[in-house]
Nanobody
């Protein structure tokens, strides 16, 4: 069963912090995992990705100095630590995996995996 389940989204004030989690089935423990987000009226955009061992990471320019992605394969989770949140970070955040090569290089090239979670809402108030 293909499964990616996000959690942790909530309402937070500007400058605050949140930690999102993505729980995945064991299949994805050997796959790179990415986070994307979609704001109302906008296209879904890449946020961050992590290699299957956790040694490689990649971030969008808009978050690279504020967000940190990590993973724990023993617990089958990928976390996204978000700091110094801004109103423009408001979006539904989605976990993603299942790229063609299963490697982080796919995300660096702008690819997306086949599998998505249901999303978790992050709202940053000004």
């Amino acid at each position: 069963q293909v499964s990616l389940v996000e959690s942790g989204g909530e309402l937070v004030q500007t400058g605050g912090s949140l930690r999102l989690s993505c729980a995945y089935v064991r299949t994805f423990s050997t796959h790179a995992v990415g986070w994307f987000r979609q704001a109302p009226g906008k296209e879904r955009e890449f946020v961050a990705a992590i290699s299957w061992r956790g040694g490689g990471t990649h971030y969008s320019d808009s978050v690279k100095d504020r967000f940190r992605i990590s993973r724990d394969n023993a617990r089958n989770t990928v976390n996204l630590e978000m700091n110094d949140l801004k109103p423009e970070d408001t979006a539904v955040y989605y976990c993603n995996s299942g790229t063609k090569s299963s490697r982080i290089e796919d995300y660096r090239r702008g690819a997306r995996g086949m599998y998505w979670g249901q999303g978790t809402q992050v709202t940053v108030s000004s």
